[in-house]
């Protein structure tokens, strides 16, 4: 229920620290009204023993690794070759922003796990609260019963949502299930079918958010027909704004559709990802999300923000949304939310969600003990932890190392654009980013490709300014062997 009137992005600086070894006990108000009492591990964790005294990166093998090379061809002739696999790297255990992998090697890690791993690996807050719920209760469906958890990690999430007034939440296993519940919220809510989409947005895999996804032709590609009354429009376009042009695209493609093809009356909502992730990390000029929220308001239509990936503080704010000033409708969250467990959510303003009735929605799994308790201490170590400032901070620093890289390479660099640590690196072509993922990978970072041509960097929150300076390092020596 929280709102932001902010529209700026300006720096915090006050940074976190995690130095506090003490014990602490919250006790909350669930909502069955009897207090629950949530009890957090040491905020600094000691360094395990398999990473002590070694610099990171560190890398005792030629990559891949023996071990490496045996998981990969165990793997292969048993799993889905639909799974796309970026290179081979087969994780064992981690800590904060470093993996180690199967042959003993040390990795920085700048992808988090596709930016789930939000507070980092194997942070001691959250493994506690999952090792505690794990001796309590794995497994009992809230979707025929009343779990406490369940209702708490909603209560919580309600008051951190960006929306006025009274908000309901509705817990599930991934992103694309909470698009899924959204999508047919949004319908239900409103009597109409129709929805908007984005060219480049990536909503999920499942048929209701594949058919909103348009960031790749493959991904549709022999799974016709898809979810009717879907429609698609060009998304905001930053670079047409910094070269001192007007960024009209959007608007006249929607005008266009309703002159044409659709009544506005007939749209339930517009779903958007606040900044773009699959489409290649874009952020929106100022002033681009105001002007779609007010076209919704124009028409009736929800606006849906789609913060699988942006969201949980990513950016710096909780919500890549807060950045804009603009309340969304309806707003989706996952990957972060539990730091790596299967955990999504859809919330939205309660007289839309009371719009249907029991039983017209449900999730024998979604919202399962374990993952609820992980995204309690995720939210708990955000907010306790100084995150949402360590995030602007490291993000800042990152872009200004990155800024310099691309003074130095003009001809490989063609953009350098993020908030907080959601940040993009364009590159002049496909084959050169791809290049560049493969060069940082065999010189111990890991990043990941986003878009056509652009390399993400997205690394846990509780990275390290050291940390940040050796990715730097790093991706200059890579992007030297980068033609």
């Not at 670079?239 to 002159?259: K, N, Q, S, W, Y």
């Not at 303003?349 to 017209?360: D, F, P, S, V």
Request: proline share 6%.
């Amino acid at each position: 229920m929280t709102t932001s009137t902010t529209t700026d992005t300006a720096t915090t600086t006050d940074t976190a620290t995690t130095t506090d070894t003490a014990t602490t006990t919250t006790t909350t108000e669930s909502t069955e009204g009897a207090p629950m009492t949530l009890t957090t591990t040491p905020l600094a964790a000691p360094t395990p023993d398999w990473l002590d005294g070694r610099p990171v990166p560190d890398l005792r093998t030629s990559l891949p690794g023996p071990r490496t090379r045996e998981v990969v061809a165990r793997d292969q002739a048993v799993t889905s070759p639909s799974l796309p696999r970026a290179y081979p790297f087969a994780p064992r255990r981690g800590h904060g922003s470093v993996l180690e992998d199967v042959d003993g090697n040390l990795f920085l890690d700048f992808n988090a796990g596709i930016a789930v791993n939000s507070t980092g690996h194997a942070h001691p807050r959250v493994r506690d609260a999952v090792q505690r719920q794990a001796g309590e209760l794995l497994h009992y469906s809230a979707s025929d019963f009343f779990l406490p958890i369940y209702s708490e990690t909603a209560r919580v999430l309600a008051d951190l949502a960006p929306i006025e007034g009274p908000v309901r939440v509705f817990l599930t296993n991934s992103g694309a299930e909470a698009v899924e519940g959204a999508l047919k919220l949004v319908r239900k809510a409103t009597g109409r079918s129709h929805v908007v989409s984005f060219y480049g947005a990536f909503h999920g895999r499942t048929y209701g958010a594949l058919s909103l996804t348009s960031s790749k032709a493959k991904y549709h590609a022999g799974f016709g027909p898809l979810v009717p009354d879907v429609h698609h429009v060009p998304y905001a376009d930053p670079a047409r704004v910094a070269a001192g042009e007007p960024d009209e695209a959007t608007f006249e493609a929607l005008e266009r559709m309703f002159r044409h093809d659709v009544d506005p009356r007939e749209v339930a909502a517009v779903f958007v990802e606040p900044i773009q992730g699959e489409g290649g990390y874009i952020v929106p000029a100022a002033g681009w999300m105001q002007r779609l929220r007010d076209l919704c308001d124009e028409h009736g239509i929800l606006l849906v923000a789609d913060e699988v990936q942006c969201g949980m503080g990513r950016t710096g704010r909780m919500w890549a949304i807060e950045h804009t000033g603009v309340q969304p409708d309806v707003l989706i969250s996952a990957k972060g939310l539990a730091s790596g467990l299967p955990l999504g959510a859809f919330m939205a303003r309660a007289e839309l969600m009371e719009a249907w009735g029991a039983g017209t929605h449900g999730s024998t799994y979604g919202g399962s003990p374990i993952p609820c308790a992980a995204a309690l201490a995720t939210c708990a170590v955000i907010e306790e932890e100084g995150l949402l400032a360590a995030a602007t901070e490291r993000g800042d620093q990152v872009l200004a190392g990155l800024r310099e890289l691309r003074q130095r390479h003009p001809d490989l660099l063609v953009d350098v654009r993020g908030v907080g640590l959601m940040i993009g690196v364009q590159l002049s072509s496909g084959a050169r980013a791809e290049a560049l993922q493969h060069a940082c990978f065999e010189r111990g970072l890991l990043v990941l490709e986003a878009g056509e041509d652009v390399v993400r960097m997205s690394p846990p929150l509780v990275v390290t300014a050291d940390e940040v300076e050796t990715a730097l390092r790093i991706l200059g020596e890579a992007l030297a062997t980068v033609a």
